[in-house]
């Protein structure tokens, strides 16, 4: 009556083993470290790198626990936050001895102890969160009327260009603020582009009126554009964000939008402010321009003659100058994709770009009328312009689709396309709000945390002990397996922990105890009810899931409901709450009922259960099952 068959067994030992393996890596806790990643994007790290920073500790008389590389980022553990600054600033000094223009950046941050053994079971700790583990918080103000400028200045190169091909002459197109001005010398004209405008560009709404001897017409984006510029740029800004910071390696950063123009940003186990700002900073910008062929531009490129009028001086990877001119032809927004590939005929590493609609019909006029001269493709990190490459035009290129090819290597080539579907800001951003939490101040709230949810668990296991005896005990053991499994849940799906989730924590095993207390009173009634101890056992679980069930329901849809609508620290104590409420099923019912059956199931002729005191109402007399 009261027996689990074997694969039943097995299911629990294999939970068992499964949850203690994948929650373990949370005991070691975490070691102070120095994290070293690029600056710049003509540089990558290899074990040159890795050498400088290991010599760098070892003349300052450091000693580090570990330095190795780490997917794209060189890491060193030390084993106290007085060796970890002190290294910090003998690797700065090594790696940048320029200051004012770093090639590497060297922040500090926290790794975990887990030994090689897990790490090789891909068994990882829970994410702490910014209130447990500490780091840097910021608050970013996205400069929303420079997007609707910047989107202006596209409109008015296109509305040059679609009154170009329609044949229609003006006096000039220039942008003013968020409007563009376009003068034409007669009436007809003005109707003409007023046709063009309606039927090519739907976004703007557009004013006429005389302005001297000439006419002027004002174009002005709608306000539901303007608004979807401005929703687009923030997401463009976020997506950004994300590309750059995850190629740092930050464990679980927190980027996400706060009202219409903000953008919140948390760097857990980040504690220089300094260099989180230099992280956010990080942004490529990308910009097609041609390449200045004449005899002034020769010699300047030589070094023996100045730049001439309208043109730059920008190098290449490999040192030599370019000179291009000033004029812009296409920029990083009209890029879709960009992946790395290889020439059909010569079988050289190329990165495939893909443009967009407007991108590809201006590639196509400009490659049309330069054939045979050179394109230069620049990447523009904080102010500072690289040429990636600077091709030959061989034909006139349509549909979208451009080849990069020349004197690059595969991890080049790679490289170059990471950088380039990494995108630029659509919008400049300020900070205006920074904060940082201290790893000591971190430390003390997972200590309260912890307390909190060892000292429930612990009272409530006291009551249960002594109020259900045996029953009790095997109750505070399913509430410790219960808890395992949470720990080990989070830590398999890499969710971050915050307060607000140690919180759930503590909530949920006073909830999951409930399952137990009813299945212990249910066997108790049956008890009282003349039943013998084998059939109040087997009667108590089976009518006490029903309402065990009713009442998890219920609890987990008001959670669901959390965190569908929640966001932040709501969201995070839902997502707690869920899987807490899902594993005290599984413990309160499944396992607990497996110790009881292992125990007392093999008991064939079975006089009392350990259950405490049943009270029979009908003869006020007590009888109390040991």
């Known amino acids: 009556m009261n027996r689990y068959p074997v694969w039943k067994y097995a299911i629990l030992v294999i939970a068992f083993v499964v949850g203690a393996l994948y929650a373990l890596p949370n005991v070691f806790g975490e070691s102070p470290a120095v994290q070293v990643s690029v600056a710049k994007a003509s540089l990558k790290l290899d074990t040159a790198a890795l050498s400088r920073v290991e010599d760098a500790l070892k003349t300052a008389g450091i000693t580090a626990d570990a330095v ?11 084993n106290s936050t007085d060796s970890q600054l002190k290294a910090k600033d003998a690797i700065q000094k090594a790696l940048n001895p320029d200051a004012t223009n770093p090639a590497y950046v060297v922040a500090l941050n926290l790794l975990s102890r887990s030994p090689a053994w897990l790490n090789s079971l891909h068994a990882s700790p829970m994410y702490l969160g910014l209130d447990l583990r500490g780091g840097v918080h910021f608050m970013l103000q996205v400069d929303m009327q420079a997007a609707l400028a910047k989107k202006a200045e596209s409109l008015a190169g296109d509305i040059r260009s679609g009154l170009r091909e329609k ?7 220039a942008r003013n603020g968020q409007t563009i001005e376009i003068r034409f010398r007669d009436n007809q004209a003005v109707e003409a582009a007023r046709r063009v405008i309606q039927d090519q560009f739907s976004d703007l709404d557009t004013i006429e009126s005389p302005d001297g001897t000439e006419f002027k017409m004002v174009a002005s984006i709608k306000p539901a554009a303007a608004f979807n510029v401005q929703s687009q740029a923030l997401k463009q800004n976020i997506t950004t964000l994300h590309n750059r910071i995850n190629e740092l390696g930050v464990a679980e950063p927190v980027i996400q939008q706060q009202g219409q123009d903000r ?14 700002k230099d992280i956010l900073g990080r942004t490529a910008t990308l910009e097609i321009r041609m390449v200045d062929e004449g005899a002034e531009a020769r010699a300047a490129e030589m070094g023996t003659g100045p730049v001439p009028f309208g043109a730059e001086r920008y190098l290449e990877r490999n040192g030599r100058a370019v000179i291009v001119k000033k004029q812009v032809i296409l920029t990083g927004d009209n890029l879709t994709d960009a992946q790395p590939g290889f ?22 006029d400009v490659t049309r009328e330069n054939v ?25 290129i349509g549909g979208g689709r451009v080849q990069i090819s020349g004197s690059m290597t595969i991890v080049e080539a790679n490289d170059t396309a990471l950088l380039l579907r990494a995108g630029s800001l659509a919008a400049p951003m300020e900070i205006i709000e920074e904060r940082t939490i201290g790893p000591s101040l971190g430390a003390e709230n997972i200590a309260k945390g912890f307390n909190s949810v060892s000292w429930g668990f612990l009272a409530v296991a006291c009551f249960m002990c002594v109020y259900y005896m045996l029953f009790g005990v095997i109750s505070s053991v399913a509430l410790g397996f219960n808890l395992l499994l949470l720990v080990a849940i989070l830590s398999m799906l890499q ?41 109040a056992i087997h009667t108590g679980y089976d009518r006490a899931w029903a309402t065990i069930i009713d009442s998890n329901v219920t609890t987990l849809i008001a959670g669901l409901a959390l965190l569908a609508f929640g966001s932040g620290p709501v969201r995070g104590f839902a997502v707690v709450h869920c899987l807490g409420i899902l594993t005290s099923m ?19 002729k079975l006089k009392a259960v350990s259950i405490g005191t049943v009270w029979r109402p009908d003869s006020g007399n007590q009888i109390t099952n040991t």
């Not at 997917?71 to 060193?76: D, L």
């Not at 020439?343 to 201006?362: C, F, H, M, W, Y």
């Not at 990447?379 to 006139?396: D, M, Q």
């Not at 009922?593 to 064939?604: E, H, P, S, T």
């Open 167 to 173: 044949g229609v002459r003006h006096s000039g197109i």
């Open 372 to 396: 045979n001269k050179r394109m230069a493709i620049l990447l523009f990190e904080k102010g500072k312009g690289e040429v990636v490459t600077a091709p030959v035009i061989r034909s006139e």
């Open 495 to 535: 969710a971050t922990l915050t307060l607000p989730g140690m919180a759930a924590m503590a909530l949920v095993l006073g909830m999951a105890i409930d399952a137990n207390v009813l299945i212990n009173e249910r066997i108790r009634e049956e008890l009282r009810g003349g039943a013998s101890p084998q059939a």
């Open 343 to 364: 020439d059909n005929q010569t079988q050289e590493p190329t990165v495939n770009l893909s443009l967009d609609a407007k991108g590809a019909r201006i590639f196509r």
């Open 68 to 78: 190795a590389m780490d997917g794209n980022s060189i890491k060193a553990r030390f």
């Open 586 to 604: 599984f413990s309160g019912v499944f396992f607990s009922r497996g110790l009881v059956n292992l125990w007392y199931g093999r008991q064939k």
């Open 263 to 276: 953008i919140v940003v948390q760097l857990p186990g980040v504690q220089d402010t300094a260099k989180a």
